[in-house]
């Protein structure tokens, strides 16, 4: 999985731009493997014109979702290459349309058995449950009824309100999905070397994991394993946005009621964490400063 996917529904910029990138990357090679001198990004204006006979500027970037300064710089990129050609308008002098050239409909008709082709491959590629061109359609209709900024604002309002008011939960991971949310935060915040120093040798399934989240959404997590009359921390990370919240301390204080047979809650850190766990109720039971590296202790009775 890749670190944006974390992000969930907030990358689907990312992800759309990859796939379109993917898009344009391989008909532009596939055009090229077929010495057409065509690019991808022109197809929407030259498809349209290869059925509506004229259209202004402003008519043109419309039909293909492009702003109008947008569009004027694509289409005098596909002027250049003597695609189209503009005409006044008939009804209004000051006004010009724009129209396929003698080149562009000769290209048209060079291309169509190609778009065949890429229609086919796309229409394999799309094809599962949730449709990506049914679906992506669906979206430019709902946001056509009221558009993403708007819709954005109005939620803002609500999540703003909430986001001042935390309520937290902890949850034993005892399912995949949140034990692999769990697993995500402590990968984020634990990717070097320290995680492995903490405890050597402990598996995975000798942990235990506790997910804390805030207002529905992951905030940290806590991974544990017992040992004789103590239990042990294997690792304990709070995202960043909602460090300072008691986070931490909500996890602890699940562990303390999940374990009242255990006496104390120890956890080995750098030194430099030293003051994180003290302001847990941890104390120093041991220093190793050769390797910068101490032992802290909660008492649980």
Same mark, same amino acid.
């Given at each position: 999985?890749?670190?944006?996917?974390?992000?969930?529904?907030?990358?689907?910029?990312?992800?759309?731009?990859?796939?379109?990138?993917?898009?344009?990357?391989?008909?532009?090679?596939?055009?090229?493997?077929?010495?057409?001198?065509?690019?991808?990004?022109?197809?929407?204006? &030259?498809?349209?014109?290869?059925?509506?006979?004229?259209?202004?500027?402003?008519?043109?970037?419309?039909?293909?979702?492009?702003?109008?300064?947008?569009?004027?710089?694509?289409?005098?990129?596909?002027?250049?290459?003597?695609?189209?050609?503009?005409?006044?308008?008939?009804?209004?002098?000051?006004?010009?349309?724009?129209?396929?050239?003698?080149?562009?409909? @000769?290209?048209?008709?060079?291309?169509?058995?190609?778009?065949?082709?890429?229609?086919?491959?796309?229409?394999?590629?799309?094809?599962?449950?949730?449709?990506?061109?049914?679906?992506?359609?669906?979206?430019?209709?709902?946001?056509?009824?009221?558009?993403?900024? @708007?819709?954005?604002?109005?939620?803002?309002?609500?999540?703003?309100?909430?986001?001042?008011?935390?309520?937290?939960?902890? @949850?034993?991971?005892?399912?995949?999905?949140?034990?692999?949310?769990?697993?995500?935060?402590?990968?984020?915040?634990?990717?070097?070397?320290?995680?492995?120093?903490?405890?050597?040798?402990?598996?995975?399934?000798?942990?235990?994991?506790?997910?804390?989240?805030?207002?529905?959404?992951?905030?940290?997590?806590?991974?544990?394993?017992?040992?004789?009359?103590?239990?042990?921390?294997?690792?304990?990370?709070?995202?960043?946005?909602?460090?300072?919240?008691?986070?931490?301390?909500?996890?602890?204080?699940?562990?303390?009621?999940?374990?009242?047979?255990?006496?104390?809650?120890?956890?080995?850190?750098?030194?430099?964490?030293?003051?994180?766990?003290?302001?847990?109720?941890?104390?120093?039971?041991?220093?190793?400063? @050769?390797?910068?590296? &101490?032992?802290?202790?909660?008492?649980?009775?």
């Amino acid at each position: 999985m890749n670190t944006i996917e974390k992000a969930g529904i907030l990358a689907i910029a990312a992800k759309l731009q990859n796939v379109l990138d993917s898009l344009r990357d391989a008909g532009n090679l596939f055009y090229q493997a077929h010495d057409i001198s065509f690019e991808t990004k022109w197809f929407p204006p &030259i498809f349209v014109l290869s059925i509506v006979d004229q259209l202004s500027v402003t008519e043109l970037a419309k039909e293909i979702g492009l702003s109008h300064p947008a569009a004027i710089v694509l289409l005098k990129e596909i002027e250049k290459r003597g695609l189209i050609s503009s005409v006044k308008d008939s009804r209004d002098e000051r006004k010009r349309n724009l129209m396929l050239s003698p080149k562009g409909r @000769e290209m048209v008709t060079e291309l169509k058995p190609y778009w065949d082709s890429i229609a086919s491959t796309l229409s394999d590629v799309t094809a599962n449950p949730h449709n990506l061109f049914i679906a992506l359609t669906e979206v430019e209709t709902r946001l056509d009824e009221k558009p993403l900024l @708007e819709r954005l604002n109005e939620k803002a309002v609500h999540i703003l309100e909430q986001s001042l008011k935390k309520e937290f939960t902890i @949850e034993r991971c005892d399912n995949s999905f949140i034990l692999n949310l769990a697993k995500a935060i402590e990968r984020e915040l634990f990717s070097h070397p320290v995680r492995e120093e903490i405890i050597p040798n402990v598996t995975d399934d000798k942990k235990t994991y506790y997910l804390a989240s805030a207002n529905g959404l992951p905030a940290g997590c806590i991974a544990i394993h017992g040992k004789d009359d103590k239990i042990v921390i294997n690792a304990i990370a709070v995202l960043e946005q909602y460090r300072y919240n008691g986070v931490a301390k909500h996890l602890i204080q699940q562990v303390k009621q999940n374990y009242p047979k255990k006496k104390f809650i120890v956890a080995t850190c750098e030194i430099h964490q030293k003051g994180f766990f003290e302001h847990l109720g941890f104390v120093v039971k041991k220093a190793d400063k @050769e390797h910068n590296r &101490i032992t802290m202790e909660l008492k649980t009775v």
